[in-house]
């Protein structure tokens, strides 16, 4: 038998999350790095030195998570400080 402490609980609110899972799409990401073009995406993609964020791929289209983005973008802030 489960017993409760006789305390309620409300349930979390999950309205309130963060937009760092939004998807932004390949156009949306170039204009966020500073409107490179998609080879330039692709090449840093491949190069380990550059650490950009991986896609998702959706119905074989590219997708960014707008958390990776910015995590990138502060870590590239830092070592240039």
């Known amino acids: 038998m489960l017993q409760t402490s006789g305390h309620h609980r409300e349930p979390a609110d999950t ?8 998807l932004l799409t390949s156009n949306q990401t170039r204009a ?9 995406i692709w090449r840093w993609i491949r190069d380990e030195r550059v650490q950009f964020p991986q896609p998702i791929q959706i119905n074989r289209r590219n997708y960014w998570r707008l ?3 910015r995590r990138w973008q502060a870590a590239r802030v830092q070592k240039a400080a």
Do not use: Q
């Open 15 to 22: 309205t309130a999350s963060t937009d760092d899972d939004t």
């Open 32 to 40: 966020r790095v500073g409107n490179v073009s998609h080879m330039c």
């Open 67 to 69: 958390g990776d983005l």
